[in-house]
T-cell receptor
Framework: GQQLNQSPQSMFIQEGEDVSMNCTSSSIFNTWLWYKQEPGEGPVLLIALYKAGELTSNGRLTAQFGITRKDSFLNISASIPSDVGIYFCAGQSTTGYSTLTFGKGTMLLVSP | SAVISQKPSRDICQRGTSLTIQCQVD?????MFWYRQQPGQSLTLIAT?????????ESGFVIDKFPISRPNLTFSTLTVSNMSPEDSSIYLCSITGTTPVNEQFFGPGTRLTVL
């Protein structure tokens, strides 16, 4: 089945630093989604990407859909302590209603 | 966006028993999904809950172990049957958005511990 390789597995950074994480796949996805999950909560959708090469921002977050449709990255600029959580990428292989395939997540820790 | 609630938020259960988890949405939605998140792991889709028909299960999940109901467009239940410690996980329901429909939104999850 489809698999997403997400890296790095974890990151420990200082407040104010920029962060980058990425997901790759051997399969093509039509949609890439990035989620953040905090302890005791469900994942919260951060950014959705629909077009190859698309670059989308949401505040300090920027995500890009790879031109081959097989990868995506998420950048967080000027990190703050509340950025702590687990970030998941998820891919959807078809348009419309379809199931999601999730990466294994990147745990982000930010030191004040 | 729709508000999704789950009950219970957490529970501790004895092996061999069953637990029914409820997912309530404050608006009508076509598609609802149930996921499992084992400790320290990513999300794995259990099934798609279809209103008016049987749920569609993913490979490795069966109806006898995870029966699902979807009586209307705002509500679904997932039952974890004959539980064992390996069933200790977070169980999450999700819904698709309206426009676009590709995006999924998650409830807060039910944290289950089986002793």
């Amino acid at each position: 089945g489809q698999q997403l390789n997400q890296s790095p597995q974890s990151m420990f950074i200082q407040e104010g630093e920029d962060v980058s994480m990425n997901c790759t796949s051997s399969s093509i996805f039509n949609t890439w989604l990035w989620y953040k999950q905090e302890p005791g909560e469900g994942p919260v959708l951060l950014i959705a990407l629909y077009k190859a090469g698309e670059l989308t921002s949401n505040g300090r977050l920027t995500a890009q859909f790879g031109i081959t449709r097989k990868d995506s990255f998420l950048n967080i600029s000027a990190s703050i302590p509340s950025d702590v959580g687990i970030y998941f990428c998820a891919g959807q292989s078809t348009t419309g209603y379809s199931t999601l395939t999730f990466g294994k997540g990147t745990m982000l820790l930010v030191s004040p | 966006s729709a508000v999704i609630s789950q009950k219970p938020s957490r529970d501790i259960c004895q092996r061999g028993t069953s637990l029914t988890i409820q997912c309530q949405v404050d608006s009508q939605v076509t598609m609802m999904f149930w996921y499992r998140q084992q400790p320290g792991q990513s999300l794995t889709l259990i099934a798609t809950a279809n209103q008016g028909s049987e749920a569609t299960y993913e490979s490795g999940f069966v109806i006898d172990k995870f029966p699902i109901s979807r009586p209307n467009l705002t509500f679904s239940t997932l039952t974890v049957s004959n539980m064992s410690p390996e069933d200790s996980s977070i169980y999450l329901c999700s819904i698709t958005g309206t426009t676009p429909v590709n995006e999924q939104f998650f409830g807060p999850g039910t944290r289950l511990t089986v002793l």
